[in-house]
Structures are given as structure tokens and as C-alpha cells.
């Protein structure tokens, strides 16, 4: 079965950086895109970055453009999430979540970790 | 961007009831809308791809409807399981990819 697990999470001083990373098994993990997908503590989803298959294509929500990198290991069958900068409003779980399409991108996440809590505060 | 506007933000119903929340596009987004449900502490769980197309293993009682800028979601005879909430999201064109604000199912 699919399966995607973070890691990474914890609390960090404004300012500084942490790095996420989210562990794939269970399908062919150079075939999917892979999103992250935020949720602060409390509040609504939001759409956080877009790596492509073949991680030639990034996209992130203007909110973290600049300061976060999206990056994937397809020999490791990981994607990370490197935030820099890092403010109050970035506290939140972050999702690692597949797309449904395969060889390109939906959008639509059909496998989603359990998430891992980053917490800004100084 | 393009904006979601779900509502009602909460609702309370019963074990049988028919439930319908309504997902508004600031835009036109077509069919490309997906519904997502969110129990406390868990991942979201998608429900409905592509405005009506079930995911496997969703059960039937769970309906999407609608296109261009306006949607629904249905869930007929509300289940104990069911209590939980609920997201729309567009899937349209470039990012980024939002989400609505989100809908409380509440036991009445």
C-alpha cells in the first residue's frame, strides 16, 4: 500500500530554517508528483509546493516563494521541504501528499501522510 | 488566485439526515473541484475527484454535483462516521491549489 511519511518537524526560532522530509513506499515513486500542504493549528488546508516526477518543475504558494525549496531524491524515494526564513504564521502540520496523475500533475492528492508539526516560536 | 468559499463554516445534523454543503469558485475552475474529508488529528482523506467521481471505497451515500463556479456535496442518510469536516479544493490550471475554509459536521 502507499505509504508517506514526514519527519523533520519540531520548534524553531524565528528566522532560522528546518528541513522536512517525507519517505515514500508502496508505488512507483518516480512516476507521481508530490505536493506539501500546510494546516496551522485549528485553521483550513493550504497548498504549500508542487515538485514535478522528474523533479524538473516547482511551484510554490506565493506565501513561502523565496524562502522554502522543494527537492526530491528519486533514488531514495524522498521529497523534502528546506524552509528558511521562518516566521510565526509558518507554524502549522505539514502534509506530504501524492497526486493522482501519473507522468504529469492534477493536483488532486490521493495519499497523504500523517503530517509533522513545525512550530515557530522564540 | 482563485478563491473557495464554502458554506455553511458548521453545521449540526442528525444519524440520517441529508447533508449538503455548497463550494464556490471566485472563477470559473470547469470540473476541476475535489472534495476532501478531515477527521480530528488525521490526514485529509479524498472523497470525490473531478466534481462527482467517488474515490474507491467511499461509500454512495457521498455525492458531489455541479460546474463552473458553484458545487456541491451530498451525503445522504449521515452516518456516525460521517461527523468530521470537509473541504472543497480547485484543481484548475496553474497554481496554487486552494482549499475552501472548510465545513464542521457536528452531531445534533
Known amino acids: 500500500q502507499v505509504d508517506l511519511v514526514e519527519s523533520g518537524g519540531g520548534v524553531v526560532q524565528p528566522g532560522r530554517s528546518l528541513r522536512l522530509s517525507c519517505a515514500a513506499a508502496?508505488?512507483?515513486?518516480?512516476?507521481?508528483?508530490l505536493h506539501w500542504v500546510r494546516q496551522a493549528p485549528g485553521k483550513g488546508l493550504q497548498w504549500v509546493a508542487l515538485i514535478s516526477y522528474d523533479g524538473s518543475v516547482q511551484y510554490y504558494a506565493d506565501s513561502v516563494k523565496g524562502r522554502f525549496t522543494i527537492s526530491r531524491d528519486n533514488s531514495r524515494n524522498t521529497v523534502d521541504l528546506q524552509m528558511s526564513s521562518l516566521r510565526g504564521e509558518d507554524t502549522a502540520v505539514y502534509y506530504c501528499?501524492?497526486?493522482?496523475?501519473?507522468?504529469?500533475?492534477?493536483?488532486?492528492?490521493?495519499?497523504w501522510g500523517q503530517g509533522t508539526l513545525v512550530t515557530v516560536s522564540s | 488566485d482563485i478563491q473557495m468559499t464554502q458554506s455553511p463554516s458548521s453545521l449540526s445534523a442528525s444519524v440520517g439526515d441529508r447533508v449538503t454543503i455548497t463550494c464556490r469558485a471566485s472563477?470559473?475552475?470547469?470540473?476541476?473541484l475535489n472534495w476532501y474529508q478531515q477527521k480530528p488529528g488525521k490526514a485529509p482523506n479524498l472523497l470525490i475527484s473531478g466534481v462527482s467521481s467517488l474515490q474507491s471505497g467511499v461509500p454512495s451515500r457521498f455525492s458531489g454535483s455541479g460546474s463552473g463556479t458553484d458545487f456541491t456535496l451530498t451525503i445522504t442518510s449521515l452516518q456516525p462516521e460521517d461527523f468530521a469536516t470537509y473541504y472543497c479544493?480547485?484543481?484548475?490550471?496553474?497554481?496554487?491549489?486552494?482549499f475552501g475554509g472548510g465545513t464542521k459536521v457536528e452531531i445534533k
Open positions: 508502496g508505488f512507483t515513486f518516480t512516476d507521481y508528483a
Open positions: 501528499a501524492r497526486d493522482t496523475l501519473t507522468g504529469s500533475y492534477s493536483a488532486v492528492f490521493d495519499h
Open positions: 472563477q470559473y475552475i470547469r470540473r476541476y
Open positions: 479544493q480547485q484543481s484548475y490550471s496553474t497554481p496554487p491549489f486552494t
